[in-house]
């Protein structure tokens, strides 16, 4: 009788493994509802529709722009008229007054180094967290976590005047340092996550063979983090990349990046929407191209450690 008694509870997890299936399967079939595709298709169209109307009155003339709104253009194309036109570019980019080509420069010299060094520091704290046995270790990854509180525009000022200390003001390496520091938090916490993620057996195995820190975290650590740090890099691009508050405390005329000059634009050139729109949209070209160029493994870092085995 007592065994029989003891044995009962074992059906408890087919159970909870049955009643996930069934929330999958009601989350499926949710999902697959032709009202939820149709919403899904109008949300997709309504936030596409301003980049698009952005995108065609860049290559609209000035005159058109102020005559008519970016929809006109389809009646006037199909009666055979021309409608675009490369000056506004060619403006944008050139022209004395606006010179683009040298913020456009800029912003990859400020964005690539913003996105490589808090990664590089990161995946070496990520994994002395995640796999290195120290005293102190909760209590440290904990701090670290809890930076990601403390909002950006009360460090600006101490930060900036730890760079005239130092005599590094205006130069890019105030911008990239600031950008490291304010990504390395989440940075840390995430590659942390997704190390812990990795099975204890497959690191003990490598450490039994003679492996040391470096070599497993060579060996067998950094390619299984391919997706995760994918991700992140994408995310920090986008967000080093379309900066404006950094840049412009940090920075000055020499580096300022893309965002600091076409929102000057929008100041000095306000009526020239011919300038603008061009401007707007040669600093959203190389986020949207990153972005719908590798979503596929921002999503696949997002995913990745959210589920084990």
Do not use: C
């Given at each position: 009788?007592?065994?029989?008694?003891?044995?009962?509870?074992?059906?408890?997890?087919?159970?909870?493994?049955?009643?996930?299936?069934?929330?999958?399967?009601?989350?499926?079939?949710?999902?697959?509802n032709p009202w939820a595709s149709t919403l899904a298709v109008v949300i997709a169209i309504l936030w596409t529709l301003p980049t698009v109307g952005l995108l065609i009155?860049?290559?609209?003339?000035?005159?058109?722009?102020?005559?008519?709104?970016?929809?006109?253009?389809?009646?006037?194309?199909?009666?055979?008229?021309?409608?675009?036109?490369?000056?506004?570019?060619?403006?944008?980019?050139?022209?004395?007054?606006?010179?683009?080509?040298?913020?456009?420069?800029?912003?990859?010299?400020?964005?690539?180094?913003?996105?490589?060094?808090?990664?590089?520091?990161?995946?070496?704290?990520?994994?002395?967290?995640?796999?290195?046995?120290?005293?102190?270790?909760?209590?440290?990854?904990?701090?670290?976590?809890?930076?990601?509180?403390?909002?950006?525009?009360?460090?600006?000022?101490?930060?900036?005047?730890?760079?005239?200390?130092?005599?590094?003001?205006?130069?890019?390496?105030?911008?990239?340092?600031?950008?490291?520091?304010?990504?390395?938090p989440l940075a840390i916490f995430l590659l942390h996550n997704f190390m812990k993620e990795i099975p204890r057996s497959l690191i003990e195995a490598a450490r039994m063979?003679?492996?040391?820190?470096?070599?497993?975290?060579?060996?067998?650590?950094?390619?299984?983090?391919?997706?995760?740090?994918?991700?992140?890099?994408?995310?920090?691009?986008?967000?080093?990349?379309?900066?404006?508050?950094?840049?412009?405390?940090?920075?000055?005329?020499?580096?300022?990046?893309?965002?600091?000059?076409?929102?000057?634009?929008?100041?000095?050139?306000?009526?020239?929407?011919?300038?603008?729109?061009?401007?707007?949209?040669?600093?959203?070209?190389?986020?949207?191209?990153?972005?719908?160029?590798?979503?596929?493994?921002?999503?696949r870092g997002l995913l990745a450690g959210s589920v084990k085995g």
């Amino acid at each position: 009788m007592s065994t029989v008694e003891a044995a009962t509870p074992a059906p408890e997890v087919p159970r909870r493994t049955s009643s996930l299936n069934n929330r999958a399967r009601k989350a499926r079939k949710a999902l697959s509802n032709p009202w939820a595709s149709t919403l899904a298709v109008v949300i997709a169209i309504l936030w596409t529709l301003p980049t698009v109307g952005l995108l065609i009155t860049s290559f609209r003339p000035e005159l058109d722009i102020r005559q008519s709104g970016w929809w006109t253009v389809f009646g006037s194309a199909f009666a055979g008229e021309g409608v675009f036109s490369l000056k506004n570019y060619e403006t944008a980019l050139f022209d004395g007054s606006t010179n683009l080509a040298v913020f456009f420069v800029n912003s990859f010299v400020v964005t690539l180094p913003a996105v490589f060094i808090p990664i590089t520091l990161a995946l070496l704290a990520a994994y002395g967290f995640a796999w290195v046995d120290f005293k102190g270790a909760d209590f440290l990854f904990i701090a670290v976590f809890a930076l990601q509180i403390v909002p950006i525009q009360i460090t600006l000022v101490p930060l900036l005047s730890a760079y005239v200390d130092l005599g590094i003001n205006g130069s890019f390496w105030t911008i990239w340092l600031s950008h490291s520091i304010f990504a390395l938090p989440l940075a840390i916490f995430l590659l942390h996550n997704f190390m812990k993620e990795i099975p204890r057996s497959l690191i003990e195995a490598a450490r039994m063979d003679g492996a040391g820190h470096v070599q497993v975290f060579f060996r067998v650590v950094l390619p299984l983090l391919t997706p995760a740090l994918a991700a992140f890099a994408i995310f920090q691009f986008l967000w080093v990349w379309n900066d404006l508050l950094v840049a412009l405390v940090m920075g000055d005329l020499k580096t300022f990046p893309l965002t600091v000059r076409v929102a000057e634009l929008a100041g000095s050139r306000g009526g020239d929407w011919h300038v603008l729109s061009a401007g707007a949209f040669i600093s959203m070209v190389v986020p949207l191209i990153v972005f719908l160029s590798l979503q596929r493994y921002f999503v696949r870092g997002l995913l990745a450690g959210s589920v084990k085995g």
